[in-house]
């Protein structure tokens, strides 16, 4: 179960879920202003979305804290959502293979 919520890109997600919180928030702020019924419901689903980002954030959060306790199997997690996590000891690897 670790390895497979380590595979989930928690940043990307974040970022995502922020894009379209902030399309919601448009869409919703247009329909205040024509007098929609969909208001409601697009309220609902901006604070749904802006609330899933930071979600996704605070567990990248707690999961670098936890690498940097020492429960990270020797990987280094990146809250950057273009720079992939790697491996802490890629060095000594590249070292033994191609030296």
Known sequence: MKN????????????????????????????????GRWAPAL?????AAFASCVG???????????????DGDGWILNNDPFQPDR???GRELYLHRYR
């Open 4 to 35: 497979f919520v380590r595979k989930i890109p928690f940043p990307f997600v974040g970022y995502v879920l922020m894009l379209l919180g902030f399309i919601c928030l448009g869409m919703f702020v247009y329909s205040m202003a024509i007098d």
């Open 43 to 47: 309220g609902i689903l901006v604070i």
């Open 56 to 70: 996704c954030f605070y567990v990248r959060a707690l999961q670098i804290s936890m690498t940097a306790d020492g």
């Open 87 to 89: 491996e802490q000891d």
